[in-house]
T-cell receptor, first 114, second 112 residues
Framework: EAQVTQNPRYLITVTGKKLTVTCSQN?????MSWYRQDPGLGLRQIYY???????DKGDVPEGYKVSRKEKRNFPLILESPSPNQTSLYFC?????????????FGSGTQLSVL | GNSVTQMEGPVTLSEEAFLTINCTYT??????LFWYVQYPGEGLQLLLK?????DKGSNKGFEATYRKETTSFHLEKGSVQVSDSAVYFC???????????FGKGTRLSVIA
């Protein structure tokens, strides 16, 4: 089954404790992206990647890191989480090379930073 | 820059009512337009799309027509059901190899 898998689904942590949210897709997609969703602000893009070893900043990259060492994986790293990073995070992927290609989303990771 | 503006919610309707969610866009060139839906506790999924002017996208009873003259892509459904309760996002893709631009989403609640 074609899917984007994020882990964990829920995460509670404390300020400053490094964490990684994993994202994996099994569709051989070139394009992968991370979004955060906050009430009243909709979806905001954090980082995206057009292909292996290629990453670019989205609208809200501060406080986040990503890597794309393999085509299928695109982890999101918070080196020193802060409470303002409490949010619902989504990973997404697509082939990326055509305007009409749809995005496939993971089920989300609800992060709480205390 | 490219942007999408959606009507603010929440929208509350009774079952079998007519639904319209407005979406307008600003973009250079000829973007592709999308509606995504997010059901409670899930990620977004594509509902419908249109890739050129006057195209109509449709799926699950929902429709939206790409209107270049009014730069709009309004979502409509003739008779909503409780199961349509979700958050709806309008989005555009303006150029190849550039990220999708999303609106802020409109929450729809349908009551029996």
């Amino acid at each position: 089954e074609a899917q984007v898998t994020q882990n964990p689904r829920y995460l509670i942590t404390v300020t400053g404790k490094k964490l990684t949210v994993t994202c994996s897709q099994n569709m051989n997609h070139e394009y992968m992206s991370w979004y955060r969703q906050d009430p009243g602000l909709g979806l905001r893009q954090i980082y995206y990647s057009m292909n292996v070893e290629v990453t670019d900043k989205g609208d809200v990259p501060e406080g986040y890191k990503v890597s794309r060492k393999e085509k299928r994986n695109f982890p999101l790293i918070l080196e020193s989480p802060s409470p303002n990073q409490t949010s619902l995070y989504f990973c997404a992927s697509s082939t990326g090379d055509r305007l009409e290609e749809k995005l496939f989303f993971g089920s989300g990771t609800q992060l709480s930073v205390l | 820059g490219n942007s999408v503006t959606q009507m603010e919610g929440p929208v509350t309707l009774s079952e079998e009512a007519f639904l319209t969610i407005n979406c307008t866009y600003t973009a250079t060139g000829y973007p592709s337009l999308f509606w995504y839906v997010q059901y409670p506790g899930e990620g977004l999924q594509l509902l419908l799309k249109a890739t050129k002017a006057d195209d109509k996208g449709s799926n699950k009873g929902f429709e939206a027509t790409y209107r270049k003259e009014t730069t709009s892509f309004h979502l409509e459904k003739g008779s909503v059901q409780v199961s349509d309760s979700a958050v709806y996002f309008c989005a555009l893709s303006a150029r190849r190899n550039t990220p999708l631009v999303f609106g802020k989403g409109t929450r729809l609640s349908v009551i029996a």
